[in-house]
């Protein structure tokens, strides 16, 4: 499961690597950079859904869900089986 933790230190990184600085992103999904700020320093306590998902729009991601329980191997996982045979 996800927390709001790590959701904001995957947004930072992303913002980042697209070369934006808190205040662009901040603009560009309509909250305020101090929001932005403490939603990727982890001292965002609740954040709505709709202001997530325009962060993630302005990052060009989207939310998608799947049943609990469930994930796609990862590449190691896919090595290692291929390994074992």
Same mark, same amino acid.
């Given at each position: 499961?996800?927390? $709001?933790?790590?959701? +904001?230190?995957?947004? *930072?990184?992303?913002? #980042?690597? /697209?070369?934006? *600085?808190?205040?662009? $992103?901040?603009? #560009? ?14 001292? *965002?306590?609740?954040?709505?859904? *709709? #202001?997530?998902?325009? $962060?993630?729009?302005? /990052? +060009? ?7 609990? +329980? ?12 291929? +390994?074992?045979?």
């Amino acid at each position: 499961m996800i927390t $709001l933790n790590s959701l +904001g230190e995957q947004i *930072s990184a992303r913002r #980042k690597e /697209l070369g934006m *600085s808190q205040i662009e $992103l901040a603009r #560009k999904a309509s909250i305020s950079r101090a929001t932005l700020d403490a939603l990727e320093n982890g001292r *965002s306590g609740e954040m709505g859904f *709709s #202001k997530i998902t325009r $962060l993630l729009s302005a /990052l +060009g991601l989207s939310l998608n869900l799947q049943e609990a +329980g469930t994930h796609r191997p990862t590449l190691d996982e896919l090595m290692n089986e291929r +390994g074992s045979e």
